[in-house]
């Protein structure tokens, strides 16, 4: 990357300029810093404009000879700025919501689209990604249509974008049309007769069963189309991501370096170890963003790259946290032999998954004898539902790798509300007896996290759950969560609908304020963490 003197360079200078609500870091896990470093690497000369605000912030750096691209941040500006009451999040040091424009890729695009008309605009993150199709809105409680049509940018990009971005700056250093690019979605005119149609914008919008049907045919895999007037946005499917792919990607010099107001302070030294959940849980997005097959590094390349980690300015022998969705999904893959057809069984409860936490195990074994390292935390949590797969794991993280405690997520207590969550806490009394058995000794305990105002709950399951926490003593909790529906997941589809989308059947849902707000005083009457009470 360049320093800040290019901000004095001539127009056309640069091939590509990013566009991002957070402040810029050349760090793996900064969105921007990654695509960034990914062009940089392929010889791309790239400029980054973060948090733009005025005019002058936005064409300092003049036009860029191949596209812009766009994106909020690693959060989508709706959720950063608003708490589930749709109260507007105050700043402190934990937030700069004032500095985030709300739909921040659209605004900014618009912004673009008035100082540099003819610029070729790419959008991507998180923001982008979930929004690509007719999705429900909770802030305005209605039905948008895809952000690519109030963005007026020129192509989409959802999921983890490197492969994406790659061909969109090579198509267009060369001329080619920006048609057909894996993990894009674009505008067109007519439709090729092999993708396969969504219910179309008015249908959706208009009949909420056809909503569901449109939720249901969401898929990374496949090629899908949704009319609108006079055109169709079009999906084609997402890339093939390999280990090798990984490897490369998390292989680049990054500095570490953050901006002084990041937010990634806790995080510096942690180490990215794989892409993609395998949880299938209907609150999250992840599984339409990275995709629901896990994708992991070697062990030899981050094994590597905490060797590089021990030579670094202000390392002092502690890898943060080894990041993914879940860091006990590490090389959770199916064992199927390759040649048979891929099938679509939820990974997490197929009997073909490798849930041993072998190789994982062995890499934490192998990272911890590195020379210079002290301490290997797993501080983002971990599927203790998975690790019931492997007691081995269990012990292995408690003798090793937990700093006074361990965050689990059981959510709630309700089976009919869990259900409609997509998780299972069958296990759970089995994970607490087992791991309070060997961590007594040791001083370590769980944090949890719960969430409430999900379809499905009502005032009496929260009571319950209230209940059930206090019989069972577990008063550590870390965070609670007013349920927020979010672009394009399953349980979005359920807020807005009032129906299970897999069976059809009505479901409650509590859409009123003031017993939202009876269903988080329940919980405030908990003994909590600071930050549970702040959420």
């Not at 409430?452 to 008063?475: F, Y």
Request: charged share 25%.
């Amino acid at each position: 990357m360049r320093d800040e003197s290019m901000i004095t360079k001539t127009e056309n200078d640069l091939d590509i300029i990013l566009i991002t609500g957070e402040y810029y870091d050349d760090h793996p896990l900064s969105p921007v810093g990654v695509i960034a470093k990914v062009l940089d690497a392929k010889g791309y000369r790239v400029g980054i404009i973060e948090k733009p605000v005025t005019q002058e912030h936005f064409t300092r750096l003049g036009a860029p000879r191949l596209c812009f691209g766009v994106t909020s941040g690693s959060i989508d500006s709706m959720v950063h700025n608003y708490t589930p009451l749709k109260r507007k999040r105050v700043e402190d040091k934990y937030s700069d919501a004032t500095t985030l424009p709300d739909r921040a890729v659209i605004y900014y695009c618009n912004k673009l689209k008035q100082y540099f008309k003819s610029s070729v605009i790419v959008i991507g993150g998180i923001e982008a990604s979930l929004r690509r199709f007719a999705h429900y809105d909770y802030w305005d409680n209605n039905i948008r249509r895809s952000i690519l049509l109030d963005s007026r940018a020129n192509i989409l990009v959802y999921g983890n974008g490197e492969k994406q971005i790659l061909e969109i700056a090579e198509r267009l250093h060369t001329g080619k049309e920006l048609v057909g690019i894996h993990g894009t979605c674009i505008l067109q005119k007519n439709l090729d007769p092999t993708f396969e149609l969504l219910p179309s914008f008015k249908e959706a919008a208009e009949d909420k069963r056809k909503f569901c049907a449109m939720q249901m045919k969401f898929s990374n895999d496949k090629n899908l189309a949704q009319e609108y007037t006079n055109s169709y946005v079009v999906q084609y499917k997402y890339p093939d991501y390999t280990t090798k792919d990984l490897d490369w990607v998390y292989s680049l010099n990054y500095s570490r370096k953050l901006h002084p107001k990041s937010l990634l302070k806790m995080g510096r030294f942690s180490v990215v170890i794989h892409r993609g959940c395998i949880g299938a849980c209907n609150f999250c997005s992840l599984s339409l963003h990275q995709g629901n097959r896990i994708i992991s590094r070697s062990e030899t390349n981050i094994l590597e790259e905490i060797k590089r980690l021990t030579t670094y300015p202000g390392f002092k022998g502690y890898i943060d946290d080894f990041v993914g969705p879940s860091s006990n999904m590490y090389a959770m893959v199916c064992t199927r032999p390759q040649s048979t057809p891929s099938c679509s069984e939820t990974c997490i409860q197929c009997p073909q998954l490798d849930k041993t936490h072998r190789r994982l195990i062995s890499l934490l074994r192998k990272a911890r004898q590195i020379q210079g390292v002290k301490k290997i935390f797993i501080r983002s949590g971990i599927r203790y539902d998975l690790a019931m797969e492997s007691r081995e794991y269990i012990k292995e993280i408690s003798d090793h790798h937990i700093s006074g405690c361990l965050k689990i997520a059981p959510e709630h207590f309700s089976n009919t509300v869990v259900g409609l969550m997509g998780k299972d806490n069958r296990r759970f009394d089995e994970f607490l007896s087992y791991f309070t058995a060997i961590n007594q000794r040791k001083k370590q305990w769980l944090r949890y996290y719960f969430m409430i105002g999900h379809p499905g709950d009502t005032l009496s399951e929260v009571i319950s759950l209230h209940d059930i926490i206090k019989k069972r003593h577990l008063e550590n909790i870390e965070q609670f969560q007013l349920f927020t529906p979010t672009p394009m997941t399953i349980s979005s589809c359920m807020y807005w609908t009032g129906l299970n989308p897999f069976t059809g059947r009505k479901i409650n849902v509590v859409y009123d304020y003031h017993t939202k707000k009876k269903l988080k005083r329940i919980m405030l009457n908990l003994p909590l963490n600071k930050s549970a009470e702040e959420e």
